[in-house]
């Protein structure tokens, strides 16, 4: 009896065996068929989409983002029936990730992130670039001067951020326009009782903050890279070491714990916004990203252009956030058209500005967002920025400045010194 | 995975027969359900391996969809070993031992591999793929619209299996084209209301769905628009604009050379990855090579990294073996102090002790970290009255903190280990030894340590080695600062070698190099495996002293 059943389930396994393989078969004949259909038919009522592998469109999006592109990709489906799928990415993973999974094929057609990604993407030869055409001309000119890499625009731009100084009108009611009457102003309130700290800026202790302090190494007219013919960044010009950087480097030491304690490296980003959330600082140097908080404390406040320190415009950095189509998108057409013909449309900007608050990229856009006057402020100030640097080589600059801005902030060594040292130091890794 | 079952047991002890299944009635005591060859789990099994099978030939289609032959090829190996594993009679160790083989191939052996193979590769930021895709890439990006040329509208047009582009320019001239037939003017193309051309007699005019239907035979359009190649060729991106395209450097594959069409400069594979010109000068997009043994010399006599090296290397041995230690002497003391019988609360006490444990570290970390900030800081502050103490921020400060903190991390462990090992000693010895007039001192040094010793110095040695790249801990708290001010890299006095891997690896400061990180993780390894074989070694002996 137990032999029999023995037998029987043998006879089962055959079976389902042989029934496993011959389905398997025949799905793979099937696959194998609808993939390889791609020639042109002109009978073809019903295109296959899904066979070019043009059914779906991905991108790489945050989660803030993620719901504002609901409309319009929306719009676009039905419009062409290819769905834009949303996959919402850890914004600080992204960018790696998108490198190193785009050659394996297993990256997304589209993503979103600032514009100085894109020397690095570029370097892994990861993403492709996008011909706006005519449409370039209703963008904020500084929105495609910073997706412009080496002659080609590679993103779409939708929005720009950059820092101004936020003023607490009811402790400084006046606006300065140079760093000394703000200081004077600031010392002048915590002299008064009105305040704890006459200024405020976000530091990171452990790698200082060259990006909230640029506004004022520019204005005492320090760069970073001189410009290339085509009008981008050239890496060979590195200028931060000038005789101009040097002097900001000592005005810096002055600012800092050694001098008139302006300039604080134990004050974090989030202690600087909790301090002047308090109301215990007339000024803060920092972005639109930390208006909402501040408005809804009911802190009266103004937008102050960037007071200069020595004399020249205090231009800010400029990121521009934008789109980037991958390099190896196998729906490359789709995806184009969906970039230039729909991401660049009014409907589409106004909802990303409306889920991220920065300022649109395009200029009727803008103008619609331009009637909150924060917005207009930091529009206005941003026309007067330089789009950060994208090309990989400011990743070597970032890590060397700022340290060296915090160990001249702390007061450690001679400023000059060590600013000097900097640059030597920045051009050997450059070179080499 | 199907789980091999016990009804197979008999198997090892010779060929399974009917005979010595119903043998197993001569044992009163065994359970009918261990038949070999009962129904329910014969149809079991072939459930589970058919769902294995199933899956498996989803796998393999889509392996063979993608055309990646090798992997079919060794996915297809594996799939028949494990059904012949599981479908023959006897083997059963083998049935035992499949499953965990695969998983140890798949999780350990490969990554593992793949790791050290990377070691051995430029793998990195500007070398991230194969050779074909850099060029592809560079191909790209070399395309620039010639200045000022127009925007064209365009048609996709196809004729038997061809495809054409119909473009209109900005004055309303129609032209046709595709990449083999040069631009020819075709007047008599039919028009919609906007002025574009769209149609012509004898072609198909393609709606947008047949265009993306087709889009990679599209995309792949050049059309000259003279006879002059400096006038460039007309793409379109989306199949319903065109414009000119001039690249700005040509790619000969039979040379296997860039060459620049303004300065007309070569760029040639250099070796190193990347095509340069007689002056060094590199193309942005480089790929993968195989490099040999660079990085491990690189890591030993590159300048920025060959000092700080010595110093991260010392820092992790005494980082680990001091936390070690004070851990477990802190660990210990507590764990024989709340083990004393008359030790009223002693719950509420080991809760307490216990809490640091159950924080995720990375969280601590940054906690502590805004704890010890010298100005806002609540330990200098609230306790130490606003004094400004670099607790982070000095050098041998931050290594005190960073020691202190992680001991604070680390001692629950210990705690409990002890406990644990304390409690599973027998009380007799104490007692016997105490009748001998030993003082507490002498019983704890002669008899409670040394066999407490006995089971706890494998997890003393598992806790160096957990210590040695205690990553969390560093980077939260100190993110390796401060900063060495002699060397140009992103290393600090706190930094150990497992964070001075991630910087090196995810390019703080110098973009990311894989390569360079993968080969400093083996000399890691090297390091952390000695360790713990000599110190195992040494447990041994310890074992056969008691």
């Given at each position: 009896?137990?032999?029999?059943?023995?037998?029987?389930?043998?006879?089962?396994?055959?079976?389902?065996?042989?029934?496993?393989?011959?389905?398997?078969?025949?799905?793979?004949?099937?696959?194998?068929?609808?993939?390889?259909?791609?020639?042109?038919?002109?009978?073809?009522?019903?295109?296959?989409?899904?066979?070019?592998?043009?059914?779906?469109?991905?991108?790489?999006?945050?989660?803030?983002?993620?719901?504002?592109?609901?409309?319009?990709?929306?719009?676009?489906?039905?419009?062409?029936?290819?769905?834009?799928?949303?996959?919402?990415?850890?914004?600080?993973?992204?960018?790696?990730?998108?490198?190193?999974?785009?050659?394996?094929?297993?990256?997304?057609?589209?993503?979103?992130?600032?514009?100085?990604?894109?020397?690095?993407?570029?370097?892994?030869?990861?993403?492709?670039?996008?011909?706006?055409?005519?449409?370039?001309?209703?963008?904020?000119?500084?929105?495609?001067?910073?997706?412009?890499?080496?002659?080609?625009?590679?993103?779409?731009?939708?929005?720009?951020?950059?820092?101004?100084?936020?003023?607490?009108?009811?402790?400084?009611?006046?606006?300065?326009?140079?760093?000394?009457?703000?200081?004077?102003?600031?010392?002048?309130?915590?002299?008064?009782?009105?305040?704890?700290?006459?200024?405020?800026?976000?530091?990171?202790?452990?790698?200082?903050?060259?990006?909230?302090?640029?506004?004022?190494?520019?204005?005492?007219?320090?760069?970073?890279?001189?410009?290339?013919?085509?009008?981008?960044?050239?890496?060979?010009?590195?200028?931060?070491?000038?005789?101009?950087?040097?002097?900001?480097?000592?005005?810096?030491?002055?600012?800092?714990?050694?001098?008139?304690?302006?300039?604080?490296?134990?004050?974090?980003?989030?202690?600087?916004?909790?301090?002047?959330?308090?109301?215990?600082?007339?000024?803060?140097?920092?972005?639109?990203?930390?208006?909402?908080?501040?408005?809804?404390?009911?802190?009266?406040?103004?937008?102050?252009?960037?007071?200069?320190?020595?004399?020249?415009?205090?231009?800010?950095?400029?990121?521009?956030?934008?789109?980037?189509?991958?390099?190896?998108?196998?729906?490359?057409?789709?995806?184009?058209?969906?970039?230039?013909?729909?991401?660049?449309?009014?409907?589409?900007?106004?909802?990303?500005?409306?889920?991220?608050?920065?300022?649109?990229?395009?200029?009727?856009?803008?103008?619609?967002?331009?009637?909150?006057?924060?917005?207009?402020?930091?529009?206005?100030?941003?026309?007067?920025?330089?789009?950060?640097?994208?090309?990989?080589?400011?990743?070597?600059?970032?890590?060397?400045?700022?340290?060296?801005?915090?160990?001249?902030?702390?007061?450690?060594?001679?400023?000059?010194?060590?600013?000097?040292?900097?640059?030597?130091?920045?051009?050997?890794?450059?070179?080499? | 995975?199907?789980?091999?079952?016990?009804?197979?047991?008999?198997?090892?002890?010779?060929?399974?027969?009917?005979?010595?299944?119903?043998?197993?009635?001569?044992?009163?005591?065994?359970?009918?359900?261990?038949?070999?060859?009962?129904?329910?789990?014969?149809?079991?099994?072939?459930?589970?391996?058919?769902?294995?099978?199933?899956?498996?030939?989803?796998?393999?289609?889509?392996?063979?969809?993608?055309?990646?032959?090798?992997?079919?090829?060794?996915?297809?190996?594996?799939?028949?070993?494990?059904?012949?594993?599981?479908?023959?009679?006897?083997?059963?160790?083998?049935?035992?031992?499949?499953?965990?083989?695969?998983?140890?191939?798949?999780?350990?052996?490969?990554?593992?591999?793949?790791?050290?193979?990377?070691?051995?590769?430029?793998?990195?930021?500007?070398?991230?793929?194969?050779?074909?895709?850099?060029?592809?890439?560079?191909?790209?990006?070399?395309?620039?619209?010639?200045?000022?040329?127009?925007?064209?509208?365009?048609?996709?047009?196809?004729?038997?299996?061809?495809?054409?582009?119909?473009?209109?320019?900005?004055?309303?001239?129609?032209q046709l084209g595709s990449s083999e037939d040069p631009l020819t003017e075709v007047p008599e193309a039919g028009k919609d209301s906007t002025g574009k051309a769209t149609s012509l007699a004898g072609y198909q005019t393609l709606k947008f769905q047949e265009i993306v239907a087709n889009?990679?035979?599209?995309?792949?359009?050049?059309?000259?628009?003279?006879?002059?190649?400096?006038?460039?060729?007309?793409?379109?991106?989306?199949?319903?604009?065109?414009?000119?395209?001039?690249p700005a450097l040509n790619y000969d594959a039979a040379t296997d050379t860039f060459t620049d069409t303004d300065t007309g400069s070569q760029y040639r594979d250099n070796g190193k990855g990347a095509f340069a010109d007689a002056n060094g000068e590199t193309l942005a997009t480089g790929?993968?090579?195989?490099?040999?043994?660079?990085?491990?010399?690189?890591?030993?006599?590159?300048?920025s990294l060959r000092g700080p090296l010595l110093g991260v290397i010392l820092w992790t041995f005494t980082f680990s073996i001091a936390s070690v230690a004070l851990t477990f002497v802190m660990g210990l003391f507590l764990a024989i102090t709340f083990n004393r019988e008359d030790l009223?609360?002693?719950?509420?006490?080991?809760?307490?002790?216990?809490?640091?444990?159950?924080?995720?570290?990375?969280?601590?970390?940054?906690?502590?970290?805004?704890?010890?900030?010298?100005?806002?800081?609540?330990?200098?502050?609230?306790?130490?009255?606003?004094?400004?103490?670099?607790?982070?921020?000095?050098?041998?400060?931050?290594?005190?903190?960073?020691?202190?903190?992680?001991?604070?991390?680390?001692?629950?462990?210990?705690?409990?280990?002890?406990?644990?090992?304390?409690?599973?000693?027998?009380?007799?010895?104490?007692?016997?030894?105490?009748?001998?007039?030993?003082?507490?001192?002498?019983?704890?040094?002669?008899?409670?340590?040394?066999?407490?010793?006995?089971?706890?110095?494998?997890?003393?040695?598992?806790?160096?080695?957990?210590?040695?790249?205690?990553?969390?801990?560093?980077?939260?708290?100190?993110?390796?600062?401060?900063?060495?001010?002699?060397?140009?890299?992103?290393?600090?006095?706190?930094?150990?070698?497992?964070?001075?891997?991630?910087?090196?690896?995810?390019?703080?400061?110098?973009?990311?190099?894989?390569?360079?990180?993968?080969?400093?993780?083996?000399?890691?390894?090297?390091?952390?495996?000695?360790?713990?074989?000599?110190?195992?070694?040494?447990?041994?002996?310890?074992?056969?002293?008691?």
């Amino acid at each position: 009896m137990k032999v029999h059943t023995t037998l029987e389930t043998q006879t089962t396994r055959r079976v389902f065996a042989a029934g496993a393989i011959s389905v398997a078969a025949a799905l793979a004949l099937t696959a194998c068929g609808g993939s390889a259909s791609t020639t042109p038919s002109s009978d073809a009522a019903k295109p296959d989409l899904k066979a070019a592998g043009a059914g779906v469109i991905t991108m790489w999006v945050d989660a803030e983002r993620s719901p504002a592109l609901k409309d319009i990709t929306e719009k676009f489906k039905s419009d062409t029936g290819i769905e834009v799928k949303l996959v919402v990415k850890d914004f600080a993973a992204v960018r790696d990730d998108f490198i190193t999974q785009v050659p394996t094929g297993q990256g997304p057609d589209l993503i979103v992130g600032p514009h100085d990604w894109i020397g690095k993407f570029v370097q892994n030869g990861v993403i492709a670039p996008v011909e706006l055409g005519d449409k370039a001309a209703q963008f904020q000119d500084s929105s495609i001067k910073a997706m412009t890499y080496n002659g080609a625009v590679y993103g779409i731009p939708y929005a720009i951020e950059n820092i101004a100084l936020l003023r607490n009108t009811s402790i400084v009611d006046s606006k300065a326009a140079t760093l000394d009457e703000v200081v004077a102003n600031g010392k002048k309130a915590v002299a008064d009782g009105k305040a704890a700290f006459p200024f405020l800026v976000g530091m990171d202790p452990k790698q200082g903050d060259p990006y909230h302090l640029y506004p004022l190494q520019s204005s005492m007219g320090s760069q970073v890279f001189g410009k290339s013919a085509d009008g981008g960044y050239d890496a060979k010009q590195l200028l931060i070491g000038d005789a101009a950087g040097v002097e900001f480097a000592k005005k810096l030491a002055s600012w800092g714990d050694a001098g008139e304690k302006i300039i604080n490296s134990n004050i974090t980003n989030d202690i600087a916004k909790e301090k002047f959330l308090a109301g215990e600082s007339p000024y803060f140097l920092t972005g639109p990203w930390n208006v909402p908080d501040v408005q809804k404390k009911g802190i009266k406040l103004a937008v102050d252009e960037l007071p200069t320190a020595g004399g020249e415009p205090a231009q800010p950095f400029i990121g521009v956030n934008g789109f980037f189509i991958s390099a190896k998108s196998v729906n490359a057409l789709a995806t184009n058209e969906f970039v230039t013909n729909y991401l660049t449309s009014e409907s589409a900007q106004d909802s990303m500005y409306a889920a991220g608050g920065r300022p649109p990229a395009l200029k009727a856009s803008f103008e619609k967002a331009a009637s909150d006057p924060v917005v207009e402020a930091f529009g206005k100030i941003g026309a007067t920025g330089v789009p950060m640097p994208a090309i990989p080589e400011m990743s070597v600059v970032w890590a060397d400045w700022g340290a060296t801005e915090l160990a001249i902030i702390k007061g450690q060594g001679d400023p000059a010194e060590a600013w000097t040292k900097m640059a030597d130091s920045i051009k050997s890794k450059i070179g080499g | 995975m199907p789980k091999p079952d016990l009804r197979e047991l008999p198997a090892t002890q010779g060929q399974p027969s009917p005979e010595q299944s119903v043998g197993s009635g001569a044992r009163p005591t065994a359970k009918p359900v261990r038949h070999p060859d009962s129904l329910k789990g014969t149809i079991l099994k072939v459930v589970l391996l058919g769902l294995v099978d199933a899956f498996a030939v989803y796998i393999l289609m889509m392996l063979f969809l993608s055309q990646s032959w090798p992997a079919l090829a060794v996915s297809s190996l594996v799939v028949l070993a494990i059904n012949w594993i599981y479908l023959r009679k006897g083997g059963l160790p083998a049935k035992y031992l499949a499953p965990g083989v695969l998983f140890l191939l798949v999780f350990q052996v490969l990554v593992v591999v793949f790791s050290g193979y990377i070691a051995f590769t430029n793998y990195g930021d500007g070398h991230n793929s194969t050779k074909e895709d850099a060029i592809s890439a560079i191909q790209m990006t070399a395309q620039k619209r010639v200045p000022d040329s127009p925007a064209y509208k365009a048609s996709v047009l196809t004729k038997g299996s061809d495809f054409y582009l119909l473009f209109t320019d900005p004055s309303g001239k129609a032209q046709l084209g595709s990449s083999e037939d040069p631009l020819t003017e075709v007047p008599e193309a039919g028009k919609d209301s906007t002025g574009k051309a769209t149609s012509l007699a004898g072609y198909q005019t393609l709606k947008f769905q047949e265009i993306v239907a087709n889009q990679q035979e599209i995309l792949k359009i050049t059309v000259p628009v003279s006879d002059d190649p400096a006038d460039g060729t007309l793409r379109t991106a989306d199949g319903s604009t065109a414009y000119q395209f001039k690249p700005a450097l040509n790619y000969d594959a039979a040379t296997d050379t860039f060459t620049d069409t303004d300065t007309g400069s070569q760029y040639r594979d250099n070796g190193k990855g990347a095509f340069a010109d007689a002056n060094g000068e590199t193309l942005a997009t480089g790929w993968k090579i195989d490099v040999g043994m660079d990085n491990f010399v690189r890591a030993f006599t590159d300048p920025s990294l060959r000092g700080p090296l010595l110093g991260v290397i010392l820092w992790t041995f005494t980082f680990s073996i001091a936390s070690v230690a004070l851990t477990f002497v802190m660990g210990l003391f507590l764990a024989i102090t709340f083990n004393r019988e008359d030790l009223r609360g002693k719950k509420a006490y080991r809760i307490l002790m216990i809490l640091p444990y159950a924080f995720p570290a990375f969280l601590s970390g940054l906690v502590w970290s805004g704890i010890l900030n010298p100005e806002f800081g609540w330990l200098n502050q609230t306790l130490l009255g606003g004094a400004n103490i670099g607790w982070l921020t000095d050098p041998v400060l931050a290594k005190i903190s960073v020691l202190v903190v992680n001991v604070w991390l680390g001692f629950p462990y210990m705690f409990l280990v002890c406990t644990g090992a304390l409690q599973s000693l027998p009380s007799e010895i104490d007692e016997a030894a105490r009748m001998d007039g030993a003082s507490a001192w002498r019983v704890f040094r002669s008899i409670k340590l040394p066999l407490l010793l006995v089971s706890v110095a494998p997890l003393l040695i598992s806790s160096f080695a957990f210590n040695f790249n205690n990553f969390n801990v560093i980077y939260m708290l100190t993110g390796g600062g401060p900063r060495f001010a002699d060397t140009d890299r992103d290393i600090g006095s706190t930094d150990i070698l497992i964070t001075l891997v991630y910087k090196v690896a995810f390019g703080q400061g110098t973009g990311r190099d894989y390569g360079l990180a993968s080969a400093l993780a083996i000399i890691i390894f090297i390091i952390v495996a000695t360790i713990s074989a000599i110190s195992f070694k040494q447990t041994k002996a310890l074992e056969d002293v008691n």
